[in-house]
């Protein structure tokens, strides 16, 4: 339980501080701001529970350390509930503070909620964004599964993965509003409705597509790794250096 409270916390800390700066901040900050904050959420989170559950805190992430085999499918399935239940709280919260405002805050507005067509930040297409969110998931799920690898340097997942995150969401969000996870993108559905609910579909299946592509190329360039021979590598550097690297010492 230990792991699912900690997955649950991590999930509101990212859609609390992520949609919060673009619902509260965002006219202020622009698109670098609030993708500064979904990526330092992420880095913050990676360090405070990561020794914990090891921060998901993403269904897509989820599904990428279960094909990974990574992780359990009970677990699997248990990180991804609290996932949402933390997102759709961390949502919760935004919209409170945002009602509190002295001119109010019509929900309908977006809530930061994710869209296309007519409810993309920059009215791109369905096709668009659907290709959007898949690239953009399997870079980030490649990045979380090559980072914590056994083979990795130790102690610089977080930052490659808070990075990471920044950089896919100042790409994703004039297309969509940065999907790239399923919990994320139900926590403001579930308070926007109409079109929120009717365009979720996108933001469940595409991240999900992408994390399997993520986890078969994970396995294309982890595990399907061979050692090198001795002969090739020797046949790889200059001749001087194989003379001294054989030359037994003085």
């Given at each position: ?109 977006g809530l930061a ?32 599964l090559g980072t ?103």
């Amino acid at each position: 339980m230990k792991k699912y409270a900690a997955e649950l916390t991590g999930t509101f800390v990212l859609v609390f501080c992520g949609i919060g700066s673009a619902v509260l901040a965002g006219q202020k900050i622009g698109y670098l701001g609030i993708a500064l904050a979904f990526g330092l959420s992420l880095l913050t989170m990676a360090y405070t529970i990561g020794p914990v559950s090891g921060c998901h805190i993403n269904p897509a992430v989820t599904l990428g350390a279960f094909l990974a085999k990574k992780i359990g499918a009970r677990d699997a399935a248990g990180y991804a509930v609290s996932q949402v239940i933390g997102g759709i709280c961390g949502a919760a919260v935004v919209l409170v503070i945002a009602k509190g405002a002295a001119t109010g805050y019509d929900v309908t507005a977006g809530l930061a909620a994710n869209g296309y067509g007519a409810h993309s930040p920059g009215q791109y297409s369905l096709a668009a964004g659907f290709v959007a969110e898949v690239v953009l998931t399997m870079l980030l799920v490649l990045t979380v599964l090559g980072t914590t690898d056994t083979k990795a340097p130790v102690g610089f997942a977080g930052l490659a993965i808070g990075l990471v995150l920044t950089l896919i969401h100042l790409v994703a969000i004039p297309v969509t509003n940065a999907s790239i996870n399923p919990a994320r993108s139900i926590a403001p559905a579930v308070f926007v409705g109409s079109w929120a609910m009717q365009q979720l579909w996108l933001f469940i299946v595409a991240p999900l597509l992408g994390s399997v592509a993520a986890a078969g190329l994970y396995h294309g360039i982890w595990t399907g790794a061979q050692p090198i021979e001795t002969k090739v590598a020797e046949r790889a550097l200059p001749s001087e250096q194989v003379e001294r690297a054989v030359r037994p010492a003085a």
